[in-house]
């Protein structure tokens, strides 16, 4: 099979804003992103003209200039463009999809592209006809904003009508081009009582494909539905001429894309509720709610296949998701169209899609709320940084195949946790597996504990190991641990961490974080596995006032920040690929000790809190740090990285802000000079951590909101086993 590569390009409109995908990435300004994907080996991308972003453009203007620039760099690349034109758009602002004239005016635009770029050979006209009108003219979501199952066949028919004559266009300038008609194919699940309902949406699926095919006649299975919605036969004929049959069909499937429905309200909470008008029933992911699973897209591709006889493509393969569920969704669906392949189905390709990631999906697009999830690529970086995703797909486009220790665990969506709703009580059987571990050492610690309860939350198997059972200063133990363990990377979690006793017991600090990280060095450049340590903004002096980076001077003030300076430099030393995170200002949910736990339970018991004003630190949420260290282990990063909650506070305004947010009282929060507050170490009086590699944490505001939400949970649970 080929691997090909797709940028996530929609261009759809709510209310009067279109949202630009392509603009939110910045690929419009750089076009070295066609060398990086072409890099890795795919020999085609899904490369979007939308008529949208061209329509009112002059032959001249720069935005053609521009992508004449990205079409001849792919020509020359040996990449193929396959181009979309309309990618869950609704056209320019003078139309839409119930417009008359939708399809006139997609077609004029195609001969235009053609006609400038009259050797590409592979078109995608309408991206998803089916789903574009669910959300659009079914759901009310995207413009035109309508809900009724008439005006959302008609949005269908009028897509598909745009297919075939901008493929027509496009064919008196090339008259050997191909349509690859995509679609989203989820399939329906149902109790038995809806069965009928599951039945009737797992037919309207088809209903691109059979449209283009002209299947749609008298005795087809959505003929009666769209007679009984006022639709004639000369309006599908008006849509469908003699027929557009698809050169390849791209299919299009999602974790979430199969649906299961249960008249059983009670068991779902009331914002997945619905109805068809004889029944009302809850609409679910199926990978929630069915303990079998879902039915995954092998078995989809076979369906497409034996329905159509066909060639296949996988048209779109992502998951926003921590990385390693990334890596599994690619190794499902490609592993899946390989089986449908040697089972006789002709899958041709198998695309990465989300090169440069996706905005605000989370959402459906519906809104812009700041949500990223990368892909080949995570943009949040000077430059676009590949992932591990990029490894994937140069690796399986090189020789088909690829290893990753994180793919030894199945998907979330194989995994008992992944049942959220109650559906029929059925036992899930335990998936088998044999996985490489993670060596955490370290880990009664705060972020020992915190690494070992996020890799199970992840899947990925970790090995833990606190002091008293592994001396990470012991050569030989730390070398028996990795042979014992089998780790395929190590997490050093360990260390010397309360700054004050550092100053009187300074050779603890100093063996603890020194000799004990230089020693998980040595062992690791051994055996050559990777290992992740971590450091402190205490290995700065304080004497900058904007961001501290990772190429800045380090220059401590104590023993603890020397400690980890000396640290870094050894580590580096003996295992020049270690991933070495310097961090700040630890809080977190499963913590007693930190600072933000300990304020507010001396404001909930209205003591007040003494906090230093003259500190400026950047404090870090250890979810986040955890989820962003661990991206960064499997993305096989190395180097010093910078890794703190965006914001800069001190100690006293960020006890103000926690106990506003908490509807405390703020005035409890005494505002001293770090002097009298009885420290023994020295502190830079502002430490705060950018970086210039890649800002890849969420806001501090942001992750205060969410500790303080999930520390209620946590208090909660505790005060109910406690009960």
Known sequence: MEVWAGLECTLNRVGDAQHDQLALSGHYDRLEDIERIAALGVSAVRYPVLWERFAHEAPTSERWRALDERMFRMLALGVEPIVGLVHHGSGPFNTNLLHEGFAEGLAAFARKVCIRYPWITRFTPVNEPLTTARFSALYGLWYPHVRDDARFVRATLNQVRAVRLAMEAIRTITPGAKLLQTEDLGRTHATPALQYQADFENERRWLTFDLLTNRVAHGHAMHEYVQWLGISDSDIAHATGDGCPPDLLGINHYVTSERWIDERLEHYPPHTHGGNGRHRYADVEAVRAMPEGAAGPASLLREAWSRYGLPLVVSE???????????????????????????????????????????????????????????????????????????????????????????????????????????????????????????????????????????????????????????????????????????????????????????????????????????????????????????????????????????????????????????????????????????????????????????????????????????????????????????????????????????????????????????????????????????????????????????????????????????????????????
């Open 317 to 723: 393969v992502h998951l926003g998701c921590t990385r390693e569920q990334q890596l599994r969704w690619f190794h499902e669906v490609w592993n899946g169209a390989a089986s449908a392949r040697t089972e006789g189905a002709d899958v041709r390709a198998v695309t990465a899609w989300a090169a440069l990631g996706a905005h605000d999906w989370s959402s459906l697009v519906t809104r812009m709320d700041g949500h990223y999830e990368p892909g080949l690529f995570d943009i949040r970086a000077p430059a676009p940084r590949a992932t591990a995703l990029s490894s994937m797909v140069h690796s399986l486009a090189a020789n088909g195949t690829f290893e990753h220790p994180v793919l030894d665990t199945p998907g979330w969506w194989r995994c008992a946790p992944r049942l959220s709703y109650r559906s029929d009580e059925v036992a899930v059987p335990a998936a088998e597996h044999d996985a490489r571990p993670l060596l955490v050492v370290g880990a009664s610690g705060t972020l020992g504990v915190a690494f070992a309860r996020t890799c199970a939350d992840r899947g990925l198997a970790c090995c833990a190991r606190s002091h008293r059972d592994l001396d990470i200063t012991d050569r030989a133990a730390v070398s028996h641990a990795l042979e014992t363990c089998a780790a395929w990377a190590v997490v050093n979690t360990a260390g010397f961490v309360r700054v004050d006793d550092a100053e009187v017991q300074p050779r603890d600090c100093r063996r603890a974080n020194a000799l004990g990280a230089a020693t998980l060095a040595a062992a690791c450049a051994d055996v050559g596995i990777p290992l992740m340590t971590f450091s402190s903004d205490l290995v700065f002096d304080g004497r900058k006032r904007t961001p501290y980076v990772e190429t800045d001077h380090v220059s401590p003030l104590g023993t603890y920040g020397a400690s980890k300076a000396r640290a870094e430099s050894r580590v580096m030393a003996l295992l020049p690929s270690a991933l070495v995170i310097r961090t700040s200002a630890f809080f977190g949910p499963w913590d007693e000790y930190n600072f933000l736990t300990q304020t507010l339970r001396s404001l909930q018991d209205g003591i007040p809190v003494q906090a230093a004003g003259d500190l400026v630190i950047s404090p870090t949420y250890v979810p986040d740090l955890v989820n962003a260290a661990l991206d960064l282990l499997i993305d096989g990063e190395r180097g010093i990285w910078h890794l703190a909650n965006d914001g800069a506070v001190s100690w006293a305004e960020l006890a103000r802000r926690v106990a506003d947010r908490s509807h405390l009282d703020a005035s409890l929060v005494c505002e001293r000079s770090h002097q009298t507050l009885g420290y023994l170490a020295a502190r830079p009086s502002y430490s705060v951590l950018g970086s210039e590699r890649a800002s890849v944490m969420p806001s501090l505001d942001d992750a205060i909101g969410r500790f303080l939400a999930q520390r209620s949970t946590f208090t909660h649970s505790l005060e109910t086993c406690n009960a």
